[in-house]
């Protein structure tokens, strides 16, 4: 009996953990990357992805690992990729489950080197988010549904100062009522090539800290009786931020955007500017389920994925 007990927890363990998932590696401007992989020994394991012990959710917002799913450290074989503005990274899921919730992608800037950086004491901005797509909390489609159909998902690098950064990769899964489950990874990149600013305040938070329990993007119950009708969802966090060195407006949910201008002379024409709001270099455009600007301040609105366009 006693034997029988002990195979049932251990199968039930081993079933939790193939349920979910986390980042296995990443693929930067066509080079694939090693992530940490979980289940190995860590011994010997040299990654640019920060070490995780699991695939096993974070619970609780004010969870001390909340930052990198882990105790903020780096690993003795940690790595670094080289980045630069405009670069793609993809990020590649050995596996994942859950249909119902946001992917949210954030990076963060190290004081010096990556490696003797607690992931705690970072200040993290927003680079991406893609959370309902269309239809209901009830039955709609999903960030993580994308996830879970490619086990991939892209995105540019903004134009930044150079430096060491960090970037994290989280996937939110709300397939159990008001029980939120994050599961964050994070990853080492060195930056050359940039020219921008880092964003304002307004688009920083640290982790934990940057949600709480009770944030309406995160205590969500898909199956109540409201849920067929609802058909917007709000990705917890602040504002994606796109370039811009000001800080967003505290009521706004949408993404900032500059105006172009010009002065007209006697001398030439001025060059025609798009009316109404723009978006700076390296900012969001466009894709499935955006809402924001669409037209380049400079550059061309270009596709990344069905759900990413950005000014290049």
Known sequence: MLAASLIAVASLLVGQAAAHGGVTSYIIDGTTYPGWQAFNTPTGQKSIGRP??????????????????????????????????????????????HAE????????????????????????FKISELGLISGTLAKGSWGNGQIMAKLAYDVKIPNLPDGEYMIR??????HQANTPQFYPECAQLTLTGGSGSLPGAGYTVKFPG?????????????????AP????????GPAVWNGAAAAPQPTSQTQPATTVTTSTTVVAPQPTVPAGPTVPPYGQCGGIGYTGATQCASGTCTKVNDYYSQCL
Do not use: R
Request: proline share 7%; net charge neutral; charged share 10%.
């Open 52 to 97: 995780y012990s699991s695939y096993n959710p974070i619970l609780t917002t004010s969870d001390a690992t909340f930052a990198c799913n882990n105790n903020g450290q780096a690993s003795s074989g940690q790595l670094n990729a080289p980045v630069k503005p405009g670069s793609t990274i993809t990020a590649k899921w050995g596996q994942w489950t």
């Open 229 to 236: 009708s609802i058909t917007t969802y709000k990705v917890p």
């Open 210 to 226: 940057g949600y709480t329990m009770s944030d309406p993007g995160v205590l969500v119950d898909i199956y109540s009786a409201s």
């Open 101 to 124: 919730g946001p992917v949210i992608v954030y990076m963060a800037k190290c004081p010096g080197a990556c490696s003797s950086a607690n992931s705690g004491q970072l200040d993290w």
């Open 169 to 174: 990769h989280e996937l939110l899964a709300l």
